[in-house]
């Protein structure tokens, strides 16, 4: 009997800990954050922004998608503007494709610049610094930079859109 009392919290356990695990990847995986400032002031500063951190850029030309989803007739309630910006340190993608291509999958990082209904304007990208803790070595050490830096990016845009609302 004391067995199927142990098996049984067992496996309540796993299954509470995995619901814990997914739940916690749905919620913290993809960062939301909230930019105080218009639309093209937000875009202005990614574009002016990112390139002044050595050697970052953007190795895909931006992707206007809230206009090809509407030249296709598909249009959202809930925004009213989106475009994707993909940002890429050349040297940190080929340090990591040599060793590991099947990484390409999540390259250049993809951030989506989006206005909600409500006139918010929100950056949203993966949680690097958080998928960073599921490595180790090269990919951990680099995910871990990425994020710094991304870090750093974001506070610069804030920063940019902030001082073009003063001026």
Known sequence: MAILIFAAGAAVGLVC????FVYALRKYMIANLEIDGSFEDVEQAIKKVVPQFEGW?????QWGFYKSQLSKNLNYDNITNMVMHFVCKPSH????LRTYPDMGGIMPC????????????????MNIGLMSKMYSGTVKNIMTDVATTEKQMVERIRETVKNHKEL
Do not use: C, E, R
Not at 57 to 61: A, C, D, L, V
Not at 113 to 118: E, G, L, N, R
């Open 17 to 20: 800990g995995g619901l814990t």
């Open 57 to 61: 850029s953007f190795p895909i030309p």
């Open 110 to 125: 993809t951030w989506a610049v989006y206005q909600t209904a409500d006139g918010k304007v929100h950056i949203a990208k």
């Open 93 to 96: 993608a080929n340090t990591m």
